[in-house]
């Protein structure tokens, strides 16, 4: 059995230990196939087979990493020149990675920074905005607003970019636009975390109200998490992105050599001190996807496919449990009003496993099996 302190992967060594042939694992967030699998996509898989015919070396690429494939995912994240112009773009570990630069990057740059984080949120926000030493003030995720009219200038508020974990809720444009508004007044750093663009409600819709935030707002930091939309949990592929002026951040963002380090200088500083450089190998396939238009097509088709997938998990229990509105969230994930009690139960007499807050990992359930969750999921809230 695997060991580790954390519950969700104490969960899932668990689950694999669960010799029931009808056990479930949707503990975990990660794409799956009808058969169970996580699939290496295709675009990758070509992307792979290229670079494996021309590679001829493993040189070091320094500690931002791959600047070709951070300015290309820059490009399809912001999707506007006058945003593009203005950021600064380092290679991170995955989305855990660059939300750990990022919150060295405010802790370094604002020691009075409070940053402000909607619960429930990601099991590891807390923790991460914790060990870069950032003082951490919660409140209810709906309650953004509110959280934002207390907080001082030059705070931060974290933003989940979309298909919020665990929640499901994608912010409609007109949220957006108020929470805009209210960052400008009160001088907050969005912090945003994009980790399941293109799962939501297609690639430019999931990514469109962030774009008019940060066109709005002019300034704010953005941790981007390749893992999901491409498939690419192991390779440890992200980005860091810092756009426009912080609040209490030098304005030279690339730094100039001798004078105190710019953005990228710092960033670059965490990143020596860490890991010293992050890994090559993913971020060199989303490159060459991304570097090529007929791979960026094939994946953007790969991505809807899942995408489509997913809705059509979500809908089916939806209307198998009578619970229309399960179907208005978005994502990998479905948090499904059950308490502790009942997800054990589900564990326990099922062999279905979700996490005891009561979200499960959509894309791990067969579509065959919709009815019999269901009904799962029926017995242990009847047993409530
Ligand atoms: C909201 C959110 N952000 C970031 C991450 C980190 O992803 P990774 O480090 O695997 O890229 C996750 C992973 O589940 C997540 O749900």
Redesign the pocket.
């Known amino acids: 059995m695997l060991l580790t302190a954390d519950p969700l992967w104490q969960l899932t060594a668990a689950c694999a230990d669960d010799a029931r042939p009808e056990r479930l694992d949707l503990i975990v ?1 990660v794409y799956r196939d009808d058969s169970g699998a996580s699939p290496v996509m295709r675009a990758v898989r070509a992307a792979e087979l290229r670079l494996a015919q021309r590679s001829t070396s493993k040189e070091y690429a320094g500690p931002s990493g791959n600047r070709r494939f951070a300015a290309l995912l820059t490009d399809l994240m912001l999707g506007d020149p006058a945003l593009t112009s203005r950021t600064v773009a380092v290679q991170s570990v ?3 990675g660059a ?1 750990r630069l990022i919150a060295e990057l405010l802790a370094t740059t604002g020691p009075d920074r409070t940053v402000h984080l909607g619960t429930p949120s ?1 099991v590891n926000h807390a923790g991460i905005l914790a060990a870069a030493g950032l003082r951490v003030a919660t409140h209810p995720v709906r309650d953004m607003l509110a959280a934002v009219e207390t907080a001082r200038p030059g705070d931060a508020l974290v933003i ?1 970019g979309c298909c919020h ?1 665990p929640s499901g809720f994608s912010m409609p444009i007109r949220q957006w636009d108020e929470l805009s508004a209210a960052l400008v007044r009160r001088g907050v750093v969005p912090f945003i ?1 994009q ?1 399941y663009f293109g799962l939501g409600d297609g690639l430019d819709a999931d990514l469109a109200g962030m774009r008019r935030l940060l066109r709005a707002v002019g300034f704010g930091v953005v941790a981007v ?1 390749g ?1 999901k939309a491409w498939g690419l ?1 192991s390779e440890r592929v ?1 980005a860091a992105l810092v756009v426009g002026d912080l609040p209490g951040v030098r304005s030279e963002l690339e730094g100039v050599r001798g004078e105190v380090p710019g953005v990228r200088g710092l960033l670059e500083g965490f990143a020596r001190t860490s890991y010293s450089q992050p890994p090559a190998h993913g971020a060199m396939i989303v490159e060459e996807i991304l570097g090529d238009p007929e791979l960026t097509a094939c994946w953007r088709s790969e991505l809807e496919a899942m995408r489509r997938r997913l809705g059509r998990l979500r809908t089916g229990l939806a209307s198998h449990l009578d619970m229309p509105d399960l179907a208005e969230q978005r994502g990998m994930f479905l948090s499904l009003p059950l308490t502790a009690d009942a997800m054990e139960r589900l564990r326990v007499d099922h062999g279905i496993y979700g996490l005891p807050s009561g979200r499960i990992n959509l894309a791990g359930l067969p579509e065959s099996r919709i009815p019999q969750v269901a009904e799962a999921i029926r017995l242990a809230l009847a047993a409530e």
Request: hydrophobic share 20%; glycine share 22%.
């Open positions: 967030g995955a989305g855990t939300l990601y989940q974990n975390d980790a998490s893992s949990y992200g």
